[in-house]
């Protein structure tokens, strides 16, 4: 007997045996030449939802800002939602790439254009084989995925009010790694992620009389610091967190002691209880290196940006996973554990929605092969990641990225 997955698979393959592989890769340089920055997507979100109008989408922009979602019906069975992320970086790109970013000081540095590229491509595999699958498809470009806003604001704009309320969601995401790889974790693959900015308050002077300020410069230095023992002497060695100082801020001139330094720092966790200890230590350290220097006020701690942690649900990761095996080849899927990356897709589940969430590794073969390192995970550290001003994926995942979002949407629709 023919499995399901195997279906499914050979149902992807036959919507994109004729995948128009040059146009999609047009679209994706074109993308990549124009970058947009969270909530400025409407380029972007203007083109895939010509291309949704033009396959025979029900379409709508505008939807929690900038964007954009396209409705298929096809009869009774599942609601399946397909959803891309479409902003860009504040990062001036250096791939030297023909098609590099025209933007100053933006570039598409963790592969959304390439996200938007493969969900245009599904979709209009899908439309063109309406036939062969019954239920209703919802296809999801979303804004601000970087600044953690997106979902959450599609969520509140009604997205399932207006549109209605899907039983499973699929995401994908490119990441580094050989191409040619689509890894799956059946429960966490990504974690949560908390932003916090700390203003130390000193007593600002002249450079010649210290004696006379309060330097936030140097209580910050030691806040830096001794912030950097958290993880690694108060949590215990199977507890996962990483801490990092992004940013610090402070002062005008050479001799002019400031009045405030600023530190903006970020907490990666797998648990809301290693997240919630972590905020803690952080307060204390914070306050008690104020108090040790002598500062006039307490620091000001403010929590900013905060991802969940991305769960996929066992049954229907499986199912994806099985066909993309079945379309792919069964080395090409494996689990490679959870990431430390974050992701707001979760906040599209409202806590009760199914859903599976995967990688497609996009690694150009000659980079990959020329990376120092004789393991992958050596290789893995020193090819361009994703956040890099190099990180430039293989125009050869276009098409296979276009297949691993068909195949999970038919292993999950109704067959016709």
Known sequence: MTSAAARAARAARDL???LPVPELEE????LHRHPELSLREHRTAGKLAARLRAAGFETAEGVGGTGVVGVLRGGDGPAVLLRADMDALPVAERTGLPYASEADGVMHACGHDLHVTWLAGAAEALAAGRDTWNGTLLVVGQPAEESGQ???????DGLYERFGRPDVLLGQHATPGPAGLY????GLIMSASTDVDIVVHGRGGHGSRPEATVDPVVTAAYLVTRLQSVVSRELAAREA???TVGRIEAGTRHNIIPSEARIALNLRTQSEEVRTRMLAAIRRIALGECMAAGCP?????TLGSTFPVTVNDAGTDAAVAAVHREVFGADTVFDPGPAMGSEDFPQLALGSIPYSYWFVTSTPAEVWEKAPGDGFEEKFAAVPSNHSPHFAPDLSVIAPG???LVSGALALLAPA
């Open 402 to 404: 276009v297949r691993t």
């Open 27 to 30: 679209l994706y340089r074109d």
């Open 150 to 156: 997106g979902a959450a604001r599609m969520v509140a």
């Open 297 to 301: 006020r307490e620091p000001d701690i």
């Open 241 to 243: 967190a990483v801490l």
């Open 16 to 18: 994109t045996a004729d």
């Open 183 to 186: 890894p799956h974790a059946p």
